[in-house]
């Protein structure tokens, strides 16, 4: 399975753009970047997803290297409610289809 | 759409007791679910796949006696926490998956608290 790396936690002031850095040098040519939040004490909220091409979609931006090494999550104007922690995950293949979640990114918007 | 339940939202009970929690997809037919559970401050762990009608596959060190799980229907999972002890108290949350596709919705989860 391929692995993730992102920072533990990261500011961002309300009303500008956070991003959200993530690693998986590892990822495989068919394995997808999936990036859900979770606020506390709720279950995570899928956001985006994407293979190799940029995604967009009403919540946030995916931004993918061309090599795939590494994504970034894009959030255009953050705010309070905002606040959770981020999960970048690559999709195991296969019939089960798993979500290992890593550590994720505590993102803390700052009024 | 793709919304999941989850009941109870809480529960509370006593050391040795057995606790079900039921994981329902309201709007769609799922033939997998899967079952994670979460310690304070901690990253979700997945704990078992279940797919209807047949045997869940469990995680490497995930206790198939004490966890069970049943599938029995598109729409329905349960977890049943056998013996309770105040160890297993945690946050227990459920996914489905869609079976068109392959997206993943997950419910609100379970606060399991053990005394």
């Known amino acids: 399975d391929a692995k993730t790396t992102q920072p533990t936690s990261m500011d961002c002031a309300e009303g500008r753009a956070a991003n959200l850095p993530c690693n998986h040098s590892t990822i495989s040519g068919n394995e997808y970047v999936y990036w859900y939040r979770q606020i506390h004490s709720q279950g995570p909220q899928y956001i985006i997803h994407g293979l190799k091409n940029n995604e967009t979609n009403e919540m946030a931006s995916l931004i993918i290297t061309e090599d795939r090494k590494s994504s970034t999550l894009i959030l255009p104007h953050a705010t309070l409610r905002d606040t959770a922690v981020y999960y970048c995950?690559?999709?195991?293949?296969?019939?089960?289809?798993?979500?290992?979640f890593g550590t994720g990114t505590l993102l803390a918007v700052q009024p | 759409g793709a919304v999941v339940s989850q009941h109870p939202s809480r529960v509370i009970c006593k050391s040795g007791t057995s606790v079900k929690i039921e994981c329902r997809s309201l709007d769609f037919q799922a033939t997998t679910m899967f079952w994670y559970r979460q310690f304070p401050k901690k990253s979700l762990m997945l704990m078992a796949t279940?797919?209807?009608?047949?045997?869940?596959?469990?995680e490497q060190g995930v206790e198939k006696d004490k966890f069970l799980i049943n599938h029995a229907s598109l729409t329905l999972s349960t977890l049943t926490v056998t013996s309770a002890h105040p160890e297993d108290s945690s946050f227990y949350i459920c996914?489905?998956?869609?079976?068109?596709?392959?997206?993943?919705?997950f419910g609100p989860g379970t606060r399991l608290t053990v005394t």
């Open positions: 995950i690559v999709r195991v293949g296969g019939a089960t289809n798993k979500l290992i």
């Open positions: 279940s797919n209807e009608g047949s045997k869940a596959t469990y």
């Open positions: 996914s489905a998956r869609e079976w068109t596709s392959y997206e993943q919705y």
